[in-house]
């Protein structure tokens, strides 16, 4: 594993950006690191949906909006001083995705387990994560993301931001 090989998970929400924050405050003002951002896509859910034609219009502004958050979050990783060819963004497509172009895809086994994947294959020697803060019940009867990677990392270290 590279140490210098950051690997952050990404879902666009209030706490990814806090531990985007951490990784660039952590990481800008040295030289040699490589930060990458990687969503796991999560579909919106078809059943909310009254046809497939809603559903992919859905799905094709879903991932305009969480390219947008992540072309913000790669700004916020230059702004603490990372150089711009040191920060890469991947948008991990789901295998069942309609609007999927890309040869390789996720398995949608789960997003923890596509981010341990992505690690590995890269040679990431850091994962950072944001914490949702789901409740102890929450987390009990559906896990947790950061909670899943913290469990099965091997090989690595994992920073979790709250």
């Known amino acids: 594993m ?17 531990a985007v924050e951490y990784a660039g405050e952590m990481t800008g003002r040295s030289k040699g690191f490589y930060l990458e951002l990687v969503y796991v896509e999560r579909l919106p859910d078809r059943d909310m949906y009254p046809d497939d034609a809603a559903w992919k219009a859905r799905c094709r502004e879903h991932e305009a909006e969480v390219r947008a958050a992540l072309a913000r979050a790669r700004g916020v990783l230059t702004a603490r001083g990372l150089d711009a060819g040191s920060v890469g963004e991947r948008y991990e497509v789901s295998c069942r995705s309609p609007l999927r172009q890309e040869q390789s895809c996720s398995l949608g086994t ?33 896990g947790s993301v950061s909670n899943k990677i913290i469990h099965a990392a091997k090989g690595c270290t994992v920073w979790v931001v709250s």
Do not use: C, M, Y
């Open 2 to 18: 590279d140490w210098n090989k950051v690997l952050v998970a990404f879902d666009a929400s209030e706490n990814s950006f806090r």
């Open 110 to 142: 789960s997003i923890a387990h596509e981010i341990l994947r992505i690690q590995q294959e890269g040679g990431f020697g850091t994962v950072v994560i944001g914490r949702r803060g789901v409740s102890k019940a929450e987390e009990f009867l559906f």
